[in-house]
Nanobody, 124 residues
Framework: QVQLVESGGGLVRAGGSLRLSCAGS????????MGWFRQAPGKEREFVAT????????FYSDSVKGRFTISRDKALNTLYLHMNNLKPEDTAQYYC?????????????????WGQGTQVTVYS
């Protein structure tokens, strides 16, 4: 069973940047699609970005497209989320997850393993 641990969250001014990391251990994640989701207080968990096992096929939510970039390093068994031009509405707990499929997916039900989350807070 793979375990996922997120890091890199923090407090940042609007317009700033952060890079989230998601380190996998216990088993390789390289054969599976992976994704980032987020949940703000009082709101449902929402999809942010996803990447296929190939590392080249990616898909983003409209709210982050053009500002966030998802990537993965298979050698390090690590997933990244580069976040630029952050906005207060990006404030949330961010979770990484591993899909049961090799392709990418924006459907939370396709993901079987989740990290514990890392908090991102953007102030204006």
């Amino acid at each position: 069973q793979v375990q996922l641990v997120e890091s890199g969250g923090g407090l940042v001014r609007a317009g700033g940047s952060l890079r989230l990391s998601c380190a996998g251990s216990g088993r390789t994640t390289s054969n599976y699609g992976m994704g980032w989701f987020r949940q703000a207080p009082g709101k449902e968990r929402e999809f942010v970005a996803t990447i296929a096992s190939t590392g080249t096929e990616k898909f983003y939510s409209d709210s982050v497209k053009g500002r966030f970039t998802i990537s993965r390093d298979k050698a390090l068994n690590t997933l990244y989320l580069h976040m630029n031009n952050l906005k207060p509405e990006d404030t949330a707990q961010y979770y990484c997850a591993t899909s049961k499929f090799a392709g990418y997916s924006y459907f939370a039900g396709d993901y079987t393993v989740w990290g514990q989350g890392t908090q991102v807070t953007v102030y204006s």
